[in-house]
């Protein structure tokens, strides 16, 4: 795919194993199990084989993917994921008892529930399906009132809750809540006051390779991964002595200042001029132009070369 189709798309990168992507998916199939079975086990008939329990499943799968996919982002954690759900199921059945059959009601409980989980610090995207499913939800589920908040969904929430905490539990690199999870690192030895070099993009990708989890960061995870690229900023730093045709070179910089060019080709130096270095812009600022320059300017213009691996620019 072109890079700049790439961007527009907002297609990113994915640093995760085909391992941790499996066990993901294995997670979220134990976790909606889980409450397709406490629904099944703990409700009328009338409600878990119509289109509330079809809603309700629809809910809690979307949260199987923030659980199990995304254990460590701030969408994730307990109190997003049962405040999420519960908040919004109180502002969808006020809605439904306050204006019933209004054909603006399931807009006004979606737009309600997500200010209050916005108020509440617990934004959970679900929660506005579980808001709709009060109003639009069947006769049967609206005769639940607000016992709609313990079943089905407070049980659905402690069965996918209980599934998230066991499962990834075990696997040391994905602990939930994501307060669990502590990696223990030795610094690459040298002292945080003695740190003399900037932070790079490719300091940041192997940082979010060690990661290995998709980031929905949170302040904590921003952390360790600002201390991670920290590490790998320190463990090498090379400058380019000399420009070679076919080598790619990064400029060091951060978001959207960073840039990785190919040499193409050096032209020999002319009589009274420098040699010409002609490029092509792979990565970053300026994807697909090319361009040339003398080859001192792209030497300064340079940090270090760096190469294509799995997907991501390394030193």
Not at 138 to 146: M, R
Not at 266 to 293: E, I, K, M, T
């Amino acid at each position: 795919m072109p890079p700049f189709l790439r961007i527009w798309l907002g297609i990113e990168r994915n640093t995760t194993t085909h391992a941790e992507k499996w066990i993901s998916g294995v997670g979220a199939f134990f976790g909606i199990l889980a409450v397709s079975l406490v629904l099944h086990a703990g409700l009328p008939q009338g409600l878990t084989g119509g289109a509330a329990g079809a809603v309700m499943l629809a809910s809690f799968g979307a949260s199987a993917v923030l659980l199990f996919a995304v254990p460590h982002g701030a969408l994730s954690q307990p109190w997003a994921i049962a405040g999420g759900h519960l908040v919004s199921a109180a502002v969808g059945v006020s809605c439904q008892k306050l204006f019933p059959g209004q054909p603006w009601s399931p807009a006004l409980a979606a737009g309600a529930a997500v200010a209050a989980m916005y108020y509440l610090r617990c934004i959970h995207p679900p929660g506005g399906a579980t808001s709709l499913a009060a109003v639009i939800g069947s006769e049967d589920l609206h005769a639940l009132g607000y016992h709609y908040l313990l079943a089905p969904v407070g049980i659905s929430v402690a069965a996918i809750l209980l599934v998230a905490l066991a499962y990834n539990a075990l696997f040391p690199w994905r602990r939930y809540p994501v307060h669990l999870h502590r990696r223990r690192r030795e610094a690459a030895g040298v002292p945080a006051a003695e740190r003399r070099f900037e932070l790079t993009q490719e300091d940041f990708s192997a940082a979010m390779a060690q990661l290995n989890s998709y980031v929905d960061i949170n302040e904590e995870s921003l952390t360790e991964l600002l201390e991670l690229a920290k590490q790998h900023a320190e463990r090498d730093v090379i400058h380019p002595q000399s420009v070679l045709p076919g080598q790619c070179y990064s400029n060091g910089r951060l978001g959207n200042a960073w840039s990785v060019r190919e040499v193409r080709d050096l032209l020999p130096a002319q009589p009274g001029r420098q040699p010409v270095v002609n490029y092509r812009v792979v990565a970053g600022d300026g994807s697909g132009h090319f361009g040339s320059c003398p080859q001192e300017e792209f030497r300064q213009w340079a940090h270090y070369p760096v190469r294509l691996e799995q997907g991501r620019w390394v030193k």
